[in-house]
Every structure is written in structure tokens, then in C-alpha cells.
């Protein structure tokens, strides 16, 4: 088995920033997993890419302005119709201000 | 009324004639989906109040005569990607299992103003990530020309759907493959038009550089029919092209006399399934009897669109599903301690294993210190692979290729192997990185009469050119006119 990419630990690391949370058992599946696609994603290095301009997309992408003006939107009611919580017209989350 | 084989120009012609009423058609499939759906498992909503409600309304139109909008009572299943107001739309998530849209996407805007019916929405992987409709949270869809087979995906329950022609059309996404692939395991024809021919608005994001709806259909007309209903700019989706829409149906002609057709090399690979070699090289083999130059062609970083497309599909999906976090909409998790705890527990409960892969990949391509290795040395050999498809076009008009490396595969079979499973993409994904057009129709069958697909290859907006190519083939062999033994 060749070396490791990415250690349980940093898989434990990238679950936090992801806001996942991760049992023992699926620690190390998404470790072993994680490594040998990492791996196969390293043939990109056969590949001298110095000379190359990066493409994150394949329009041009510019701006896509729009005048700024006044149009239909959602009412109040369908903008919350879905919240999980909701009072006096909220969204309602749990506290994040230490008060 | 017979609905085996039943294209979306033949129910029009019907419609028009009035053999036939909508509202009769619509009740027809409702049965053919009692009857048969709980074999294929294609369907995660039937919208019968909403499909016979618009049923009606084309009868009136129909009724009064005049000009009729070009889906006038054609009944229609829609991928669980696309936003329908006031039908719940899912994405295969246990974590949007509840989530009813306030809006429709712009593509089912437009298939409503067209007069089109919504039957249902359909099955897909969760959030379009998986080749086998396995990794939906309500269980995976079957194959209607092998119960036991994967119906290929993500957008699997359209094309098990329209093979089992349990709706007259489908409308699916592909990010990867995910129109082309499951139309080649399930016989139907799949349609990926160019990045930024068809609007994304409402349809939720996977790879936003990489996503694009398109049709799934019975046949070459109706592909081109369905494409002309959703294409055109929206001002609502920021990449949306400001491009002309052709007619296409007036590129439904036979005559291939002169076309200048490539065969990628690295696309024809030893090793390849004896199945899709054979019924690939009869394919060329006719393609040239009928007056087609076939020449091979290189598309030489062909073998790194993979990785490369796993790094930025996984980054642009991890940046995307943040959004799903437990407040304005879709799932949250009963008592928590605070808001981060909210958040985590929300999420861990409400993506699949695929999912929470996918992010923990592309969170990690666009961690601190391996941006550069990852994210931006994939950005760079997109550009390459792009650049091959430039090259090639300037010396042919289509390229021709297998859709998929094999037939569709027994369920289960690859779902313990991501990286197997990834692999199955490996034909359709360099077409996403580079935002061509391409088309996946009927062209054989395996030993086991399992359906293989022909893939096709356009110039980007040159649906035109793809489609009188397909539309030559269909009309020359007639393979699709082939239903599966499901009845």
C-alpha cells in the first residue's frame, strides 16, 4: 500500500470545516476511500501544465449586470413556507450572540 | 389507448386530430404508471391533481383550435433536480425530503407556457452524484430492460421512465453523463446541449461551471422538439447564452453524404466490452456506407478529464451544498446545542454517504495548501481538454464514441467502489469540461439485449449538425423503435 495522502486525522480536520460530523466507522471508509481516489486524481502530474492559463469556466465569464430596478419577488409567506422555524416573519435559528 | 412506443410528434398529431383528448392521455399514463412503476421504482411524485388540472386546460385550447403551442397536452417526467412550484422537489435528498418549491425553474416555465402536462417528478442520484440512480435516498430505480440492472444515471428514473413508456418525454441534467449515460443503459435517446444553451435557473446546483438540463426522449424528433421548448437566454441565470434558437427540427434530415466524421482513438481502447466493440464498429461501418468520411482522430488528454473533473465537480459542489444548513429551507435536526451543533447534526443526518464523499473531496481540493495541487492544476488541464476538442473540430464536424464503456450493470454491483463507479464516466465527462454539445441514441444491443448507446459529438451551439447525424442513424436501422420486455 502506497503512502498516505490524507491522514485520519485531516479527514476528521475536513469534516469539521464542512460541517459534517463523522463516526469512527465512517472515519476510516472515507480515509481509505478518500486516499485511493486522491491517488488516481495524481495523473494530473504526468502533465506539465506550466505554461497553461487555469479554465474554471468555459464562457468568458464577465459581470452580468441588470438595471436596478424594481421587480416581482416572493411574498413574506413563500420566502418562509419552508423554513424549519419561523416567528413574527423570521427565520428562527438558535442563538449565536453570547448575551 | 396504446402508450408502447408512443413519441411525443405522434401524441401531438393525435391531439391535434382529436382521436384523442389530454385528459384521456394523462389517465392513461396514470395507469401505465400503477401497473408498471412499482417494478422500475421511476417515479418519487405522481402530480395527478396539477397534470389533469393542465390536461384540461389543453383540451380547452384544443377545443377552441387556432394556433397550439408545441406540447399542447403532452405528458412530460421531470428529474427531482428541477424546481416545480408547489410540487415537491426532492434532488434524491433526505435533507430537501420535505421541500416544495415557491417558484418553477425557467425550463419548466417554459415547458407549461408550451402547454406541456407535468405527470411527476422523477429519480435521480442525490443531488445528480452517482452513475446508477442507487445513491437516491428513496431507493434506486430499476433498469425496465433488465430488473436486476442499474438504469445507469444520475438522471435514471427519466430513462426508465421514457423506455418504459410510463411518460411521453423526460427532461434530466448532466453534469458528467448524467443525460447520456442512463439513455445508453436504457435505450433512449439523451441530449446534453452546450453550457449555456439551456437555462440552470431552478435547477438545483451540483457543479454550476458544468451543469445543463436537456431532453430525454423516445426519439431524435422529439429530442429536438423538447430542446427547442427549453433553449433560449434567461436573464435569470448569469451564464445563459445570448445565441439564436434554431428550428431544430429542420435539421431532421437523412443525409450524412460528405460529413466529416472522428473516431477518437482513446476512446476505442483495448480492453473494451466485445458488446459495444462489435456494435460500434458496425455503427462506423454504416455511418460510411452511407457516404460519411470517417477518419480517426486524438483527443490526447483524454485520460486526465477524469481526475481533473472529479476535483472541480467535487469543489464546486462542496461550495454549492453549503447552503443546506438547517434554516431556510429543507431538513433540521430535532434539539441541538447550538447554532454549529445545529448545523452538523443537520447535515450528517441529511446527505448520503456519496454526498458527504463528494464535499469532504472538494472541500479538501480547496483547502489551504492544496488549491494549487488540486483545484488549480485541474482548471489548467480542463483548458487542455477543451483545446483537444478546439483541434479536433477544425478537421471534423461530429465525433463519434461509445457513450459508456459497457452496458448497464447489475445493481449493487459497484456501489462498495467509488472510484469503479466513477470510471463509468469516463466517455461523457470530458464533453462537460469543455461545454460541447452531445447526444446518446440506440444503437445496438449486447448478447444479454441490454441496449448500447452512440454518442455524438457537436461544435459548440452546433445542436444542428448532432442531431441530422443522429437522426440519419435512427431513421437508417430503426433500433429504437425496440421496447423493452417490461409490460
Known sequence: MDRDRISREEVRYLAGLARLRLSEGETETFAVQLNRILSYMEKLNELDTSRVEPMSHVVGMSNAFREDAVQESFSQEEALQNAPEREGGFFKVPRIVKG | ?487
Not at chain 2, 430492460?145 to 418504459?164: H, I, K, M, T
Not at chain 2, 481540493?365 to 495541487?373: E, I, K, N, Q, V
Request: proline content about 6%; glycine content about 10%.
Open chain 2, 1 to 487: 389507448m396504446e402508450l408502447r412506443g408512443l413519441t411525443i410528434h405522434a401524441l401531438r398529431e393525435m391531439l391535434v386530430r382529436r382521436e384523442v383528448s389530454s385528459v384521456e392521455v394523462v389517465q392513461a399514463f396514470f395507469r401505465r404508471i400503477e401497473k408498471i412503476d412499482p417494478q422500475i421504482h421511476a417515479y418519487l411524485v405522481v402530480a395527478r391533481k396539477e397534470a389533469l388540472e393542465q390536461a384540461r386546460r389543453a383540451d380547452e385550447a384544443i377545443e377552441s383550435g387556432g394556433d397550439l403551442p408545441a406540447l399542447c397536452g403532452v405528458p412530460l417526467a421531470i428529474k427531482d433536480i428541477l424546481c416545480t412550484r408547489g410540487i415537491r422537489t426532492t434532488c434524491g435528498s433526505a435533507i430537501l425530503a420535505d421541500y416544495i418549491p415557491p417558484y418553477d425553474a425557467t425550463v419548466v416555465q417554459r415547458l407549461k407556457a408550451q402547454g406541456a402536462v407535468i405527470l411527476g417528478k422523477v429519480n435521480m442520484d442525490e443531488f445528480a452524484m452517482g452513475s446508477s440512480t442507487e445513491n437516491s435516498c428513496f431507493g434506486p430505480t430499476r433498469n425496465p430492460w433488465s430488473l436486476e440492472r442499474v438504469p445507469g444515471g444520475s438522471s435514471g428514473g427519466c430513462a426508465a421512465a421514457v423506455a418504459a413508456d410510463t411518460c411521453a418525454g423526460a427532461i434530466g441534467s448532466d453534469t458528467g453523463g448524467s443525460i447520456r449515460e442512463p439513455a445508453s443503459f436504457c435505450g433512449v435517446v439523451g441530449l446534453k446541449p452546450t453550457y449555456g444553451r439551456v437555462s440552470r435557473y431552478g435547477l438545483v446546483a451540483f457543479a454550476s461551471s458544468l451543469d445543463q438540463v436537456g431532453p430525454m426522449t423516445k426519439d431524435v424528433e422529439d429530442a429536438a422538439i423538447l430542446l427547442k421548448a427549453i433553449c433560449g437566454f434567461d436573464p435569470r441565470d448569469s451564464t445563459s447564452a445570448k445565441v439564436e434558437v434554431p428550428d431544430f427540427r429542420r435539421s431532421l434530415v437523412r443525409d450524412v453524404k460528405g460529413l466529416r466524421l472522428g473516431i477518437p482513438k482513446e476512446y476505442f481502447i483495448e480492453g473494451m466490452d466485445p458488446d459495444v466493440e462489435r456494435v460500434l464498429d458496425k455503427t462506423i461501418g454504416l455511418f460510411e456506407e452511407l457516404g460519411a468520411r470517417c477518419t480517426t482522430i486524438s483527443l490526447p488528454h483524454t485520460a486526465y478529464a477524469q481526475a481533473a473533473y472529479y476535483i472541480i465537480s467535487t469543489a464546486e459542489a462542496s461550495s454549492n451544498l453549503a447552503r443546506y444548513d438547517g434554516v431556510k429551507y429543507g431538513h433540521r435536526c430535532q434539539g441541538y446545542g447550538g447554532i454549529i451543533d445545529m448545523y452538523e447534526k443537520t447535515r450528517t443526518e441529511g446527505f448520503g454517504a456519496e454526498v458527504k464523499r463528494r464535499i469532504m473531496l472538494g472541500t479538501y481540493a480547496l483547502s489551504a495548501g492544496y488549491y494549487d495541487a488540486y483545484y488549480r492544476k485541474a482548471t489548467q488541464v480542463r483548458r487542455l481538454v477543451k483545446q483537444d476538442f478546439d483541434d479536433a473540430f477544425e478537421v471534423v464536424d461530429v465525433i463519434l464514441a461509445p457513450t459508456c464503456p459497457t452496458p448497464a450493470f447489475p445493481i449493487g454491483e459497484k456501489t462498495e467502489d467509488p472510484l469503479q463507479m466513477y470510471l463509468m464516466d469516463v466517455f461523457t465527462i470530458p464533453v462537460n469540461m469543455a461545454g460541447i454539445p452531445g447526444i446518446s441514441i440506440p444503437c445496438g444491443f449486447s448478447r444479454d439485449r441490454l441496449p448500447i448507446g452512440l454518442q455524438l459529438l457537436g461544435r459548440s451551439f452546433d445542436e444542428k449538425t448532432l442531431l441530422q447525424t443522429a437522426y440519419t442513424f435512427e431513421q437508417e436501422t430503426g433500433v429504437y423503435l425496440e421496447r423493452p420486455p417490461i409490460d
